[in-house]
């Protein structure tokens, strides 16, 4: 687990417990996520990983209190520091915002806002929290620029989104959701819009920056590889459950869910050159249509009469947590 | 370097009026052709000779081809000669320039009212969507955009002018005179013009607007913390307003021609009235002259908003 320097308080820094979140729909309520809980502590990084349409983003949405307030309903607790963000007055929640959780998100090229230059933005949510002078926000801003590797940050800053690459608006992007030095960062998918040769620029300059500033990470992602190399910590999602929370070596050795098992054997590099790469059958029931037992339980390989029983999220070997009722008479497949 | 675009933009666009101004005036031109009854006729006065009339006709050039007459009016026009009125004989330019600015009052303070009236209301449709004031907003809206305007300007003038007496019925008095005079006259012709506007102006508002705020870039601006009033009014206006500048610039030209019908009901002098009375008479040089002069204002009004985009949103010079 990653350790920082900073003083870390007896708590975790981000306690989810029983996070449900459904959308209002008419003549009901359609449920997206249920029972989600898992803990980031300060400094850490997690990664959140699983198919398309398991409920991660709008987890990740939901941490930042940025679902559409009209029709999201948000049940269970969200600690952050000790004090839940879902009950915390909304004027409160929003210093919080941007101050001390901020979020990075998929799409680069849509999340600037096009009518304000870069450096607009930039020093807007520096002063929207800190008393600064117009100057210190934009020597600030200069800094936070060079910092994510734009070059020439002081002509730059007064570019508009448009003059920008995809990559380097992400990388404005992350010096915007770092310029307050947050103590969480959600980084939603942040490199699944460009090019490959950037992603893996975009996921380096993360992880030192999370690194140098301490900055705890909660990286939502559907690549386990990434995963693997920046965070130390693994939460598969599958069908808005948690189905394993679970330090990333333990996972890539011996998966403790058979989900998990799968994302993995489907990775290409990790299976046997020239043999067809292992997939998942099936896909990710929806939200409307979940069997009563386990949720897997359907594209599951090892599946058995007791799965028709809905499993909770249990204790596995230690530091982990596993949702399987046959956890611990399987041996499944990781990565190595 | 963005000023030398401008200037180029600028430059190319007064270039493309020429062949614009040209074809409008044909048009009208032709037009005038098309309409029955002959101003040598008019002009011979009653029981006169055929041969009165052709003298009449050979002195004013109707009796040359069509092409030709067109031809001398625009070379005329070119030297900047708009010719003078058939009838009454003073000078086009002078017509133009004694009509056109009653016009242009009532035009300018309709689309002002437009705006006025119809921005905080597209506002508030907009930051209450799906609600009942947002139904009541885009209902009224709705209505707005069907009214004739000619039609509300007489339930104006029966209400406002005969019954409560708080304007004047019919008239007008030159903003060069006394211009508090000439707004109390133009207000309720511009209320009767600005209906249409402000559905138009709050219509459009509302729904730009509730599409920037379910924008990706908008959820940004929530996830840094920002307060709702400064994304509403700071980020979400100056996104919309290229938008809504468009939207007002098209605005204008409309209400523009509509004035034609609405200096009508009130008995305005202006640009449209004049218009009105030289087609019946078959009086082309004042058409044609009063036509050029609209076609210029509204060339004019489509560059300045242009410009305005390109001031307000920066991807607009970028291609």
Redesign the interface.
């Known amino acids: 687990m990653a350790q920082t320097s900073e003083a870390r308080t007896d708590s975790p820094l981000l306690e989810v417990r029983d996070l449900s979140i459904s959308f209002a729909r008419p003549g009901g309520e359609t449920s997206i996520t249920r029972n989600v809980s898992f803990d980031v502590n300060a400094g850490e990084r997690v990664g959140v990983v699983g198919e398309s349409g398991c409920g991660k983003t709008v987890t990740g949405l939901a941490l930042?209190g940025?679902l559409p307030r009209?029709t999201a309903r948000v049940r269970g607790r969200i600690l952050f520091q000790g004090r839940d963000l879902l009950t915390m007055p909304a004027r409160e929640f929003?210093?919080?915002?941007?101050?001390d959780i901020?979020?990075i998100?998929q799409?680069p090229m849509?999340?600037?806002?096009?009518?304000?230059t870069v450096g607009e933005q930039l020093t807007?949510?520096l002063r929207?929290?800190e008393k600064v002078s117009r100057a210190e926000a934009r020597e600030r801003a200069i800094a936070a620029l060079e910092e994510v590797g734009i070059p020439s940050p002081h002509t730059r800053i007064d570019e508009?989104p448009?003059?920008f690459s995809g990559g380097m608006r992400q990388r404005v992007?992350i010096a915007?959701a770092l310029i307050c030095r947050p103590k969480l960062v959600i980084a939603d998918e942040p490199t699944t819009a460009l090019d490959v040769t950037v992603q893996a620029q975009i996921i380096d300059l993360l992880r030192s920056l999370s690194d140098s500033h301490g900055t705890a990470l909660l990286f939502i992602t559907h690549d386990l590889g990434v995963v693997a190399e920046t965070c130390s910590r693994l939460l598969t999602m599958y069908a808005g459950e948690v189905v394993e929370n679970a330090p990333v070596d333990d996972v890539l050795l011996r998966p403790g869910h058979p989900y998990s098992s799968g994302l993995l054997r489907s990775l290409p590099g990790l299976s046997e050159r020239g043999s067809r790469l292992p997939s998942i059958p099936g896909r990710v029931p929806a939200p409307d249509q979940m069997p009563a037992g386990c949720r897997f339980q359907q594209r599951c390989p090892h599946a058995a009469p007791l799965c028709e029983q809905h499993p909770e999220l249990e204790p596995f070997q230690g530091p982990r947590e596993v949702r399987c009722w046959r956890k611990d008479e399987l041996t499944l497949t990781g990565a190595v | 370097m963005v000023t030398r675009v401008k200037q180029r933009m600028v430059v190319a666009r007064l270039l493309q009026a020429i062949p614009i101004l040209v074809l409008a005036t044909f048009i009208v031109f032709c037009l005038m052709q098309l309409i029955p009854g002959d101003v040598a006729v008019t002009l011979a006065g009653e029981n006169a000779s055929v041969e009165r009339i052709a003298q009449i006709r050979q002195a004013y050039g109707l009796d040359q081809p069509f092409f030709v007459q067109y031809g001398q009016w625009l070379w005329q026009a070119a030297g900047g000669d708009l010719g003078t009125a058939l009838l009454s004989g003073e000078p086009v330019a002078q017509t133009v320039a004694r009509t056109f600015p009653n016009t242009l009052l009532v035009a300018v303070y309709a689309t002002l009212l437009s705006i006025v009236i119809g921005v905080p209301l597209g506002i508030l449709a907009a930051t209450r969507s799906g609600s009942k004031l947002d139904g009541g907003i885009m209902g009224a809206a709705s209505l707005g955009v069907a009214l004739p305007n000619f039609w509300f300007g007489m339930i104006l003038v029966l209400y406002f002018a005969l019954t409560f007496k708080w304007f004047p019925a019919t008239g007008f008095v030159s903003p060069f005179e006394d211009f508090g005079q000439a707004v109390w006259y133009a207000t309720l012709p511009a209320l009767a013009l600005c209906t249409n506007g402000i559905a138009e102006v709050a219509r459009q508002l509302r729904s730009s607007l509730v599409e920037i705020q379910s924008s990706q870039h908008v959820r940004t601006l929530h996830a840094k913390g920002l307060s709702p009033a400064r994304i509403l009014w700071l980020h979400g206006l100056k996104n919309v307003s290229v938008n809504l500048l468009t939207v007002v610039g098209l605005l204008f030209n409309k209400i523009l021609a509509a004035t034609v019908v609405v200096e009508a009901v009130f008995a305005i002098p202006g640009i449209g009235s004049s218009i009105v009375n030289a087609v019946l008479q078959g009086d082309f040089p004042v058409v044609q002259g009063a036509v050029l002069a609209m076609v210029v204002t509204v060339i004019v009004v489509n560059l300045v908003t242009d410009l305005l985009c390109t001031l307000l949103d920066p991807r607009i010079n970028a291609s």
């Open positions: 930042l940025l009209r929003r210093r919080l915002r941007g101050r901020s979020m998100f799409e849509s999340a600037l806002d096009p009518v304000f807007e949510t929207s929290h508009y448009y003059q992007m915007m």
